[in-house]
């Protein structure tokens, strides 16, 4: 029977297989409907009232893989039956083109989720009776697996039972797995057993076992086959689940320990690189501090250079000197040695270091590490320069020799001046006579004669002198010098504090203002007319006792440990690098850390003398501005159209590494960033029970730098420009 292009409102577009009657079609029901596999039943040739009652019965199959029937004709000429159409990969389309068998893992699990449709599909009484390698679609899911849809669903053909329905399709279930694991089809069907009528078939999967031991093939497939050939009896999809289940459980639990391993390698690579990338990130913000320092300090470094190759023709000069003096003087002299002296020399004075700067060079931990050799997590700062020797020293070197060729030795202690390269040298005659002249021995009853050595410029003939008398010794006090700071702390020394700014101070901070806000136009203006100094003007002075306090504010490296040893909370608010400073704190938590430490908060008088030390300075460093052209004493923010924020011109948006401009911002005690990066917790508690923070921060404007300026915070408050440094007291000596 011909069967025209469109039926009604069923719009027919290619043939696709065997129907009943007149065919199988991909149509479509409704003009802009879904596709369906439509059958139509010719009337002259099938029972129309079997197939609709076939047709009713698919339709309360529910389950994904049996596409669902969308509409049941049966009210006109010729009837049909629309099922969804499935669009995908069949499965020997699958195999074909990888020319291999699927993964174990998958190739079960395909055939696992055929069993589950035929399975819905056998307790409704529906059989599908002539599967294929055709009939098994695979319909591709983003993201998961895909999903196996069974099609080509008909009514029995005359003569085949539900019974042997089912059996072939338990049989086809097995020849599907053997096509999915070994790549080809399996070598001939086993016949089923005869069954009475009516009594299930009884499948047999050994011959499938065979093949695959035939096949000289081996991994989960021999395993697998052997597991169905030992079920003997399989008379439903059930017995076939359960035939298959253990094995596939045992290779989804050997693909899952295998992926896990995988995975926790590659997580492991994968934390590495990130580790490898964070440090090169700090690596190379440490590389550009110090490139940076190199390039401040290149005028001083050039005279450095110069001053040593001076320096070191000097030391040769001197050391000829050296010689020539004791060839004159017949004895052997040692080098450093006070030539004829039996006094002992005074020991060099200490020469001062300049504070490190985590900014030109690293974070100092008050906690000493172990770091790898060659590790940049400690770049020494170099010494500042040797102030030339006084030009006195010489001199007198110059001058023993010249006594010493006229005839007497001559015994003298040199010091140093006090007040300065300028003043001549105080000295203080020897009593101890001499063993013997140069020249010949003097008579047991001949005076002694001692010199008194003159400044340089006016040295003369001293006539004979009596020895002296006698030394009366003054009372000796108490002199011992305090104990050393602890390691990263610095000594702050008893003293007066000088609170408030001086009228000349205050006029500095009104001209920074204008200079803060001249983009800001009229609203700069209002705020500078508006700065409230009056709180700041108190004139006077106040003393503080000896204390050591922290050269650097602590940094989330030093406050992670606290954490890790449990004694301090977690941070609130954190940064990317382990140096820039510890933010996100509370009052307590601050005060926790410094008591953990052995420590605890300064006061804000303390602050302040570590700020100002024993002048009226605006700014830790001095009255200079914090910015001087294209160099920066200090991290602060800037001035937009919304108020103060960050501000990049010094290098840092944010928060910088403790220690920034160390060597240009540091106090006079070589304090680091008191005025600077973040404001800091004190231990001064308000009126109305808030905590006053002291300093300025990154995102504060260069005039809110001043030492002078405090705010009230509420002590359960956490900011990410508020950090701590810790003070200790002086033990008892």
């Known amino acids: 029977m011909g069967v025209a292009s469109s039926v009604g409102d069923v719009e027919f577009i290619e043939r696709i297989g065997v129907g009943i009657g007149s065919g199988r079609f991909r149509a479509r029901i409704s003009a802009g409907g879904p596709l369906v596999s439509l059958m139509l039943a010719d009337a002259e040739k099938f029972d129309k009232a079997g197939l609709m009652d076939w047709a009713r019965r698919l339709k309360r199959v529910d389950h994904p893989g049996v596409p669902g029937v969308i509409q049941i004709e049966d009210a006109h000429e010729p009837g049909f039956v629309a099922q969804r159409f499935v669009e995908g990969e069949t499965l020997d389309g699958r195999v074909e083109r990888r020319g291999s068998g699927l993964p174990p893992v998958d190739g079960l699990a395909l055939i696992l989720q055929a ?89 047999g999967f050994s011959d ?85 320092w190199l390039r401040d300090n290149a005028p001083a470094i050039e005279v450095v250079d110069d001053r040593v190759a001076s320096l070191e023709a000097q030391e040769r000069s001197l050391r000829n000197l050296e010689v020539e003096l004791a060839m004159l003087l017949d004895r052997p002299v ?6 004829g002296s039996t006094a002992r020399a005074r020991p060099p004075e200490p020469r001062a270091q300049q504070p490190r700067s985590a900014d030109e060079t690293l974070v100092e931990s008050r906690e000493e590490e172990d770091d790898d050799a060659g590790s940049p997590h400690e770049v020494v700062e170099p010494l500042p320069p040797t102030p030339a020797r006084a030009p006195w020293a010489r001199t007198a070197i110059v001058a023993a020799l010249a006594a010493a060729v006229a005839g007497g030795v001559v015994w003298w202690a040199v010091r140093p001046p006090a007040s300065g390269p300028g003043t001549a040298p105080e000295t203080v005659a020897s009593a101890s006579p001499p063993s013997a002249q140069i020249g010949s021995k003097a008579p047991d009853s001949a005076p002694i004669s001692v010199a008194t050595v003159a400044a340089p410029e006016t040295l003369a003939a001293v006539p004979t002198a009596p020895p002296p008398a006698p030394i009366t010794q003054a009372p000796v006090t108490d002199v011992r010098p305090l104990p050393p700071a602890p390691p990263g702390m610095v000594l702050v020394p008893a003293g007066d504090v000088h609170l408030g700014l001086a009228d000349t101070a205050q006029a500095a901070v009104l001209a920074q203002c204008r200079l803060d ?18 709180a700041e003007s108190a004139q006077r002075v106040e003393a503080v006792g000896a204390f050591y306090m922290d050269r650097l504010e602590v940094s989330q490296l030093q406050y992670d440990r606290c954490f890790n ?34 420590g605890r908060l300064p006061t804000a008088m303390e602050w302040l003398r570590a700020a100002r030390g024993d002048d009226e300075r605006l700014y830790a460093w001095g009255d200079e501005a914090p910015r001087d052209g294209e160099r920066h004493r200090a991290n602060f923010g800037r001035f937009d159209k919304r108020g103060p924020g960050p501000g990049r011109e010094d290098g840092h948006k944010y928060a910088a590494p403790v220690g920034v401009f160390a060597e240009r911002g540091s106090s006079i005690y070589g304090i680091a960033n008191l005025s600077d990066n973040v404001r800091e917790w004190t231990a001064t508690e308000t009126a109305d029970g808030n905590v006053v923070a002291a300093g300025g921060g990154w995102r504060d404007l260069a005039m809110d730098l001043r030492v002078t300026r405090t705010v009230a915070v509420p002590k359960d408050q956490y900011f990410n420009d508020l950090g701590f440094r810790c003070v200790a007291d002086i033990p008892n000596r």
């Open 208 to 292: 499938l076992a065979d093949a695959w031991q035939r096949g000289s093939r081996s991994g989960p497939g021999k395993a697998v086959f052997a597991a169905l050939a030992a079920a003997r009896r399989l008379t439903t999809v059930d017995a076939f689940v359960d035939a298959l289940l253990p094995e596939f459980s045992r290779l989804v639990g050997d693909a899952v320990a295998e992926v896990s391993y995988e995975l926790s390698a590659d997580r492991e690579f994968k934390a590495e690189v990130q580790r490898q990338r964070d440090r090169q990130r700090e690596l190379e913000s440490k590389l550009r501090f110090i490139r940076d």
């Open 334 to 339: 040692r080098p450093g040695e006070n030539l």
């Open 565 to 598: 040893q449990r004694a301090c909370k977690t941070l609130k608010l954190t940064w990317e690098l382990d140096e820039q400073p510890a933010t996100g704190v509370t009052w307590e938590m601050a005060r926790q850390y410094c008591e953990h430490q052995g």
């Open 115 to 203: 069993a589950a449709a035929l399975r819905a599909a056998h307790r409704n009484d529906i059989a599908h009776g002539a599967l294929a390698a055709r009939s098994l679609v695979l319909e591709g899911r983003d993201g998961a697996m895909d999903a196996v849809r069974l099609v080509g669903w008909r009514p029995l053909g005359p003569g085949l039972t539900y019974e042997r329905a089912v059996g072939r399709d338990l049989r086809a279930l097995g020849e599907f797995l053997y096509l999915a694991l070994a790549g080809q089809p399996s070598p001939g069907a086993e016949p089923a057993e005869p069954v009475e009528p009516g009594a299930p078939v009884v499948v």
């Open 517 to 534: 806000t001249a983009e800001a136009g009229k609203l700069g203006e209002t705020l500078c007319a508006n700065l409230a100094l009056a």
